[in-house]
T-cell receptor, first 111, second 113 residues
Framework: GENVEQHPSTLSVQEGDSAVIKCTYS??????FPWYKQELGKGPQLIID?????GEKKDQRIAVTLNKTAKHFSLHITETQPEDSAVYFC??????????FGDGTTLTVKP | DSGVTQTPKHLITATGQRVTLRCSPR?????VYWYQQSLDQGLQFLIQ???????AKGNILERFSAQQFPDLHSELNLSSLELGDSALYFC????????????FGPGTRLLVL
């Protein structure tokens, strides 16, 4: 089955710096890659997603890039703010429903 | 607020017992997904239902079962509970069966003593 590896497991940055989280996947048939943000005591919330026919997608300070050949995708957060502090999960799926998640990255933004 | 509701928020029970977790999807969503989140295993997909029928199955134990009712709410039944079943259980919903945004509920925290 699909295997998703996420790095780093923890990331600490200064406010205003950029943060990058990387994920690799094993199944070349995977074609949908969402990113979720989970704040303490809450459920994950989708922040951005990308499909395999697109190489990059941006939404304000957040961007995701996909390299299908290398089977990896990355989340980029620019101008980080303390409220960006949370656990971020990547996921991959090749069919509706069954998503495989990475183990999560705990991002801390220091003011 | 995602629009997905889960009850109860917290559940404490003993080994060997059986519990039922409930989920109401967002209005209009036909798909419901169940996930288990434990400290050492991250988010694990358990099962998906679409309009009352099982659609996809993940790492769901035989001691666990789920169903989706005609009003589209779903229940996850956990039986013969073990200490290792202690985790957060999330329900998510989406409008259909395509790869689309899943909206997660606030979760049920289960503690098995």
């Amino acid at each position: 089955g699909e295997n998703v590896e996420q790095h780093p497991s923890t990331l600490s940055v200064q406010e205003g710096d950029s943060a990058v989280i990387k994920c690799t996947y094993s199944d070349s048939a995977s074609n949908y890659f969402p990113w979720y943000k989970q704040e303490l005591g809450k459920g994950p919330q989708l922040i951005i997603d990308i499909r395999s026919n697109v190489g990059e997608k941006k939404d304000q300070r957040i961007a995701v890039t996909l390299n299908k050949t290398a089977k990896h995708f990355s989340l980029h957060i620019t101008e980080t703010q303390p409220e960006d502090s949370a656990v971020y999960f990547c996921a991959a799926s090749k069919r509706a429903g069954k998503s495989t998640f990475g183990d999560g990255t705990t991002l801390t933004v220091k003011p | 607020d995602s629009g997905v509701t889960q009850t109860p928020k917290h559940l404490i029970t003993a080994t060997g017992q059986r519990v039922t977790l409930r989920c109401s999807p967002r209005s209009g969503d036909l798909s419901v997904y169940w996930y288990q989140q434990s400290l050492d295993q991250g988010l694990q997909f358990l099962i998906q239902y679409y309009n009352g029928e099982e659609r996809a199955k993940g790492n769901i134990l035989e001691r666990f079962s789920a169903q989706q009712f005609p009003d589209l709410h779903s229940e996850l039944n956990l039986s013969s509970l073990e200490l290792g079943d202690s985790a957060l259980y999330f329900c998510a919903s989406s409008s259909g069966t395509e790869q689309e945004t899943q909206y997660f509920g606030p979760g049920t925290r289960l503690l098995v003593l």
